[in-house]
């Protein structure tokens, strides 16, 4: 299999981080959507990563379809997963990975905004930030009130890896936009998962648009 993107994206690395606790081999092409957006094209018409081209000659687009496809790639082999098949705790798991994920889909676009705009739009800022302190607000909640190692308990998920990325990203991309000492839990979640030797293997530090 190879991943297309770069590792600096919180999308293309939880995919990543999952794919390597699952020991699925795999290339990485870190290619980026401003300067390699031809041959992202190639694979994905839309040009946005990550993709996963299969050994078959299929491609998966979008990383949470390259997750739901990596999942049924465990189960067949008969292997534990990142969140179960089905029931309550696969809706929960679903709910904090969107929290997340939606954490970083409205970093990216503020990040955005203010470095690909000579004039901002001061309603977009506003309406962004709004977001991003709603989101960090409710993860906040639900990682302060977990009394276990992890947001569902001692094994991680899903829902952890994307918040790890989600997390790294933001204090890497937006380093002024967030006071981080509001969010204690959230700060020590991004730690507990950089520790871990998957995150370290998948880890790319950000360097701005032009490697996006």
């Known amino acids: 299999m190879i991943l297309i993107g ?51 000659g299929g491609v998966v687009i979008d990383s ?32 904090l990975t969107a929290l997340a994920t939606g954490l970083s889909d409205k970093i990216i676009a503020l990040f955005y905004e203010k470095v690909l705009h000579e004039q901002t739009s001061a309603i977009w800022l506003e309406r962004c930030r709004a977001q991003i302190a709603a989101s960090l607000e409710a993860l906040e909640a639900a990682r ?30 937006s380093p002024d936009e967030v006071d981080w000492s509001r969010w204690p839990a959230l700060v020590a979640h991004n730690a507990a998962c950089e520790a871990l030797p998957a995150f370290r293997a998948v880890y790319r530090a950000f360097t701005g648009p032009a490697d996006s």
Not at 73 to 95: D, K, N
């Open 64 to 95: 949470a379809n390259i997750l739901d496809w990596l999942d049924g790639l465990q189960r067949e082999r008969g292997a534990a997963t990142l969140i179960p098949a089905s029931g309550v705790e696969r809706r929960e798991i679903l709910h």
């Open 6 to 56: 770069q590792y600096d994206s919180p999308f293309v690395r939880r995919a990543a981080i999952a794919a390597v606790l699952y020991d699925l081999p795999f290339e990485n092409r870190p290619w980026s959507t401003f300067g390699d957006g031809d041959r992202i094209a190639q694979v994905n018409p839309t040009r946005r990563v990550p993709a996963l081209q299969l050994d078959d």
């Open 144 to 173: 302060a009130v977990a009394s276990t190692t992890w947001l569902r308990g001692e094994a991680l998920t899903h829902a952890d890896i994307a918040l790890g990325c989600a997390l790294q990203h933001a204090r890497e991309s």
